[in-house]
């Protein structure tokens, strides 16, 4: 099994090499951004509470992030690994993972940081914000409010996981393809036994 964390900054292509690695190899996708929206969208008591903290450029919190992954492992056990995109987001999320992959036999094996300035995110987020539906995605001021969280509270882990020797800085303002490929030479030497 191969569990990975897709790591960067809102706009940094998270999400589409996610699912580009997903689709070849398999592994089970879980976005939070994607599950909160969806219960945004059915208007679940959790998704109405999502959308409050997501309004004010807010990160959801732990609990109920923790919670919703628990679930969608829960459901897929058979799995051959899992693509973490959105979370982990804080110290203690990582951890509370690092617990649950260990109680299971497992670990996190690389995390991908996606890096990209601020200026390209903000163009690509707005830029994405026109198709996207997402009204999070069409106002410059919350925008920064995301990156700024981002800054404070995500970007940090990247030593957490640096001294567990699990970190791939990837260059973000690359082709989606070159990006793709060279992630790809990581897992594949992952899964043949390099580097780990």
Not at 35 to 63: C, K, N, W
Not at 122 to 142: C, E, Q
């Amino acid at each position: 099994m191969i569990n990975i964390v897709m790591f960067g900054p809102p706009g940094a292509g998270k999400g589409t090499q996610a699912k580009l690695l997903s689709d070849k190899y398999g592994f089970v996708y879980i976005a939070t951004g994607d599950m909160f929206r969806r219960h945004i969208r059915e208007q679940t008591e959790l998704g109405r509470l999502a959308q409050s903290y997501i309004d004010r450029g807010d990160l959801v919190p732990d609990e109920i992030t923790i919670d919703m992954i628990r679930e969608v492992i829960a459901e897929s056990p058979e799995a051959e690994g899992y693509i973490f995109d959105g979370f982990p987001r804080t110290r203690v999320q990582a951890k509370v993972l690092d617990d649950f992959l260990e109680n299971k036999g497992d670990r996190v094996d690389a995390v991908f940081a996606l890096e990209v300035p601020e200026e390209v995110l903000i163009r690509r987020i707005l830029n994405r914000g026109k198709t996207s539906g997402r009204k999070d995605d069409t106002d410059v001021d919350t925008i920064k409010v995301r990156l700024e969280k981002y800054k404070t509270a995500t970007r940090p882990l990247k030593d957490y996981y640096r001294e567990k020797g699990v970190l791939y800085e990837i260059d973000g303002l690359r082709s989606i393809e070159d990006i793709h490929a060279e992630i790809s030479e990581i897992i594949d030497g992952l899964r043949n036994g390099n580097g780990r």
